[in-house]
């Protein structure tokens, strides 16, 4: 007797391991990138070379950032599971 395909039981499991990135965090969709600049670069704001998954992108910081601000780069994350786009990531 042939079976159908569609009847047969799938067993199927994956183990994915996530090692540990030289400067990256990862959290869910986004890329934590920890960036230490000189309090007059905080005061005057600046433009810095940050890394990204793929090279490096030019961030823009404002004038009066804070300590411990968190800021969002377009495009330059993960891309999303069932998504076209990409989701941002964190500096």
Known sequence: MQEN???IPEILSWYLKEEEHE???REEDD???DLTITFPEALMGTEVDVPTLVGKARLKIDPGTQS???LKMRDKGIKHL???GQWGSNC
Do not use: E, T
Request: net charge negative; hydrophobic share 45%.
């Open 31 to 33: 890329i934590v990138y």
């Open 68 to 70: 411990g601000k968190l």
């Open 82 to 84: 069932n998504d076209s």
């Open 5 to 7: 395909v569609a009847d």
């Open 23 to 25: 400067y990256f965090i």
